[in-house]
């Protein structure tokens, strides 16, 4: 079978359906209901439900609870489609509001806004943030709260909204919109059935305000497709939503599992047969220990990497297992259903001369990510390919790699990083020159089209070094970084001219280097995980004389058997 032959038929079964339910022991969206009576209306294709408001209700200042405010749903005879909320709000500063719409039993959820203009440097921006009348908010509108109150003189305008993430207040950047129906389509009705509770929350002293009504719109008639591919046979017609990514100006870190805005401290462990795992929530300090069950067995199982497909902007899980001796099995934990089954397909196990490496990220701009393999050959004559799985346009596409010769071992794939800013994750590779004396060769490629970005030419780098996707240097630059694990080196480089700009050493015998925003400032860190001493490690881009302020995080209960997450993986 020749290589390419076998990127057209590898994928036998890409699918939607579930597990065995897990046990979720790591839930902070559990909500305490209260009762309240709800009216429904009908009209078209859509019913209305709405919260039973009489009065205005007052939203407390400075309170961690908030108010949460019941809506009924029933009736429905299928699943949903589309969701859309309406909010009759005043306040005097959106700043200090977080919205989050959870589903019955807490098995979805969404947060509609937060902290909107908190980490803006105008000092000015406070002000010009009143929300007065009704705001919309679904996965149509072509406007975003963060860019809406940059420009409000001095209340917001209401109007048709996309939701966001919380700004982060250790950098200049906003939340990322993301969608409603990412997090909701696809609930049936024996799970949308029930109290739906919306919850407003005011996190700082001094601004007051009100609900007057809140309203959940309801599309029912689709199917539940996270991978929108043909291999699933979509009967309805699938619109294209706005990139999230094109809205507002935000970062997404590195394994932000919890949507705090800042990488979290992630770790994989064996409890009897099981793999479960650990997550500090970072909110610039180590916060507690959270931990959930896979519902997957230790001795099979890979916790191999995140990507955003539900699009609430926040991190998903994926594991990977055999399924059987020609099956492999991907599964996803989605961060807005954490309490639902997991969501999996399934990829045919390359022959043993074929490697297959995982490289998530978004390469068709839509802001959901996509699953991608880098396929590689040991036949010098086939050449290298990265397949993606689109979001956007629910087909699979390949891009080549401008006749990279080579074979399996020679290849050190790092994709899902956008290296030239056009808003799509781009590829680089670093092979060998196979020549007598080995010097590794770093070529960037365009996630869109394939075309060649870079080629740093012979005797740059080694062949013993890795690629190290990332921001190191500033969000402002495309850059990345290499670590060597003959000298044990972490280097940054300016990839538009590929001069390094910072290193760092550390021990890699004892040490596995990790990467992330773990200080929030929107630049990735040098890490590592101390496996002896079961820690995390992290030089913090934002702060003074990092070698001296290093940032130290002790996972409880953590052993020197305990997995981190890491993007450098070694063969």
Not at 456 to 481: C, L, N, Q
Not at 531 to 547: E, K, L, T, Y
Request: aromatic share 12%; hydrophobic share 35%; glycine share 10%.
């Amino acid at each position: 079978m020749n290589l390419n032959h076998l990127l057209k038929t590898i994928f036998l079964l890409l699918c939607f359906f579930s597990t065995s339910q897990a046990e979720v022991l790591f839930d902070p969206w559990s909500i305490n209901v209260k009762s309240n009576n709800t009216v429904v209306k009908s009209g078209g294709n859509s019913t209305v439900f709405s919260a039973d408001i009489p009065t205005p209700l007052d939203i407390p200042d400075d309170n961690s609870i908030g108010i949460e405010i019941p809506i009924e749903v029933t009736g429905l005879k299928g699943s949903i489609e589309s969701l859309s909320v309406e909010l009759g709000i005043e306040h005097t500063f959106i700043g200090d509001l977080t919205a989050t719409l959870t589903a019955p039993d807490g098995i979805a959820h969404l947060v509609l806004f937060s902290d909107v203009g908190k980490n803006r440097s105008n000092t000015s921006f406070g002000a010009l943030s009143n929300l007065s009348g009704l705001y919309t908010f679904n996965d149509q509108a072509s406007l975003d709260l963060w860019t809406t109150a940059d420009s409000a003189a001095v209340f917001i305008p209401t109007g048709e909204f996309r939701t966001s993430t919380a700004g982060n207040e250790n950098n200049n950047f906003g939340g990322c919109t993301t969608r409603l129906n990412g997090a909701f389509s696809g609930l049936t009705p024996t799970q949308s059935h029930g109290t739906w509770v919306l919850t407003i929350r005011d996190d700082a002293l001094g601004d007051l305000g009100s609900v007057q009504s809140a309203e959940i719109i309801i599309d029912e008639g689709s199917s539940d497709l996270i991978f929108k591919s043909t291999f699933e046979f979509p009967t309805l017609p699938l619109s294209l939503l706005p990139a999230s990514d094109l809205l507002g100006n935000c970062t997404k870190a590195q394994y932000d599992f919890t949507g705090t805005g800042y990488s979290d401290y992630v770790t994989s462990f064996r409890l009897g047969s099981g793999l479960f795992i650990q997550i500090i929530t970072n909110l610039g300090f180590p916060a507690a220990d959270n931990f959930f069950d896979s519902g997957l067995p230790f001795a099979d199982t890979e916790m191999t990497s995140g990507g955003d497909f539900d699009g609430d902007g926040i991190k998903d899980f994926v594991f990977k297992r055999e399924f059987n001796n020609n099956v492999d099995q991907y599964l996803i934990r989605r961060s807005s259903r954490p309490k639902d089954l997991l969501s999996h397909f399934f990829v045919t196990t390359p022959p043993t001369n074929i490697s297959l490496d995982l490289q998530i990220g978004d390469y068709d701009g839509d802001g959901l990510d996509d699953f991608s393999f880098f396929f590689t050959n040991d036949v010098t004559d086939s050449f290298p390919e990265l397949l993606i799985i689109e979001s956007s346009t629910f087909n699979q596409r390949e891009i080549g790699t401008s006749a990279v010769f080579g074979i399996t071992s020679d290849f050190q794939a790092s994709g899902g990083f956008d290296k030239n800013g056009d808003q799509i994750a781009d590829f680089m590779l670093l092979t060998s020159n196979r020549s007598a004396t080995p010097r590794g060769i770093i070529r960037a490629f365009d996630g869109s089209n394939g075309a060649l970005l870079y080629n740093s030419g012979f005797g740059v780098f080694r062949t013993d070094e890795r690629i190290v996707p990332g921001t190191f240097i500033g969000p402002d630059f495309i850059d990345m970084a290499m670590f060597s694990s003959i000298d044990d080196n972490f280097e940054s480089f300016d990839t538009a001219n590929f001069i390094g700009e910072d290193s760092y050493n550390i021990p890699v015998s004892s040490y596995i280097p990790i990467t992330g925003d773990y200080d929030g400032d929107g630049i990735d860190d040098f890490g590592y995980w101390d496996i002896p001493n079961a820690q995390f490690v992290v030089r913090p881009s934002g702060r003074d004389d990092p070698d001296n302020n290093l940032i130290t995080v002790s996972p409880s209960k953590a052993t020197a058997e305990d997995q981190p997450l890491a993007n450098i993986r070694f063969r």
